[in-house]
């Protein structure tokens, strides 16, 4: 028996992308778009096949996926955000609800949207996550985004 195997390359030159970056918490913010952005132009991605978006927190980062993902214009979507713990359990409730949008939106428009909202427990895992030792979440989730885009081409 011969199995049909269908993935995703990781090739972006014909593909386009949107990026929702959240301007809270920029010093992190700022490091997760130059990962996104050097991994996109590395991938072959054109400059002018990339759109970014800025909205005030990761609150809002669905809503403007969501008006982006309506144009039809994208390939696929990356949001980019950092959502730190505090003494409360608010950044747990707007990273579930974050996470949770994104998929509705994602399912309702099939159109990949990749989560690249880092949920820390403090500073360091922040800064971990953004760029030094633990690599960097928005590299990882723009090549999440080529590899979405080009499969889901190959399942049309």
Not at 15 to 41: E, H, I, P
Request: with cysteine; aromatic share 6%.
């Amino acid at each position: 028996m011969k199995t049909k195997e269908i993935a995703g390359s990781l090739l972006a030159q014909d593909l386009t992308f949107g990026l929702v970056v959240s301007r809270y918490n920029d010093l992190f913010t700022q490091q997760l778009l130059r990962g996104a952005l050097d991994c996109f132009q590395r991938h072959g991605a054109k400059d002018e096949a990339v759109t970014v978006v800025w909205v005030p927190g990761a609150f809002e980062i669905p809503l403007a996926a969501q008006k982006l993902a309506a144009t039809g214009k994208f390939s696929a979507l990356v949001a980019l955000g950092v959502v730190i713990q505090g003494a409360t359990p608010h950044a747990g409730l707007i990273n579930s609800q974050v996470a949770r949008a994104l998929s509705q939106i994602a399912l309702a428009t099939n159109i990949p949207i990749i989560d690249g909202v880092v949920a820390a427990d403090s500073l360091e895992q922040a800064i971990e996550r953004s760029g030094s030792k633990a690599g960097n979440r928005g590299w990882h989730a723009a090549l999440s985004a080529i590899e979405m885009a080009s499969l889901l081409k190959k399942l049309i």
